[in-house]
């Protein structure tokens, strides 16, 4: 069945550290995002992808960085420099057709906490 | 700028009764989607239903039917008949037509928590 895949399941950062959370899809879309959720509240935009080997930022770029070589694949990486990381990380993928009716179809997330 | 409101933190329903949880937007744009998810607890966002801007009549899916009142810029989900699984946040989300900018994301709704209660 095709899907998308997130991993770790769960992630503990220790301060200073960078780390990389996984996306890989198998649905053929060329448009990738990455979203944070903070407990009871809605989902952010971090970054979005079109199309391989471009990408851009979204609404909370700040403190993460990403990367797309390849269609099935857009690792979220989260620095040093984001100083409030712990949240919810939540993956999506969709056709970037023009019409707006493409729902997006999201992974299982990943949870991301501060030692 | 777009946004999403949802004025309802949580919401209590009766098993087998409908219950409808409010989404309210704003949009410039005249062509845009809004789409309805489930979150249960595990985590995963579940598409539910989805109404277009220029669509005339309401979606539905199942026991889902959404409430497009496009003049009061409103899109109310309706879940009859409720069952125990349906227990799990909600959000509203809405993507306007970037043409431009190419930008397809959403913007969500802070969310309504849902209880059916048996």
Not at chain 2, 13 to 40: H, I, M, N, R
Request: charged share 20%; aromatic share 12%.
């Amino acid at each position: 069945d095709g899907g998308i895949t997130q991993s770790p399941k769960y992630l503990f950062r220790k301060e200073g550290q960078n780390v990389t959370l996984s996306c890989e899809q198998n649905l053929n879309h060329d448009a990738m995002y990455w979203y944070r959720q903070d407990p009871g509240q809605g989902l952010r935009l971090i970054y979005y992808s079109q199309i391989v080997n471009d990408f851009q930022k979204g609404d909370i770029a700040e403190g993460y960085s990403v990367s797309r070589e390849k269609k099935e694949s857009f690792p979220l990486t989260v620095t040093s420099a984001q100083k409030n990381p712990t949240a919810f990380y939540l993956c999506a993928s969709s056709n970037p057709d023009r019409a707006s009716n493409q729902p997006q179809h999201f992974g299982d997330g990943t949870r991301l906490s501060i030692l | 700028a777009q946004k999403i409101t949802q004025t309802q933190p949580g919401m209590f329903v009766q098993e087998k009764e409908a219950v409808t949880l409010d989404c309210t937007y704003d949009t410039s744009d005249q062509s845009y989607g809004l789409f309805w998810y489930k979150q249960p607890s595990s985590g995963e966002m579940i598409f539910l239903i989805y109404q277009g801007s220029y669509d005339e009549q309401n979606a539905t899916e199942g026991r889902y039917s959404l409430n497009f009142q496009k003049a009061r810029k409103s899109a109310n989900l309706v879940i009859s008949a409720s069952q125990l699984g349906d227990s799990a946040m909600y959000f509203c989300a809405m993507r306007e037509a970037f043409a431009d900018t190419g930008r397809r994301a959403l913007t969500f709704g802070s969310g309504t928590r849902l209880q059916v209660q048996p």
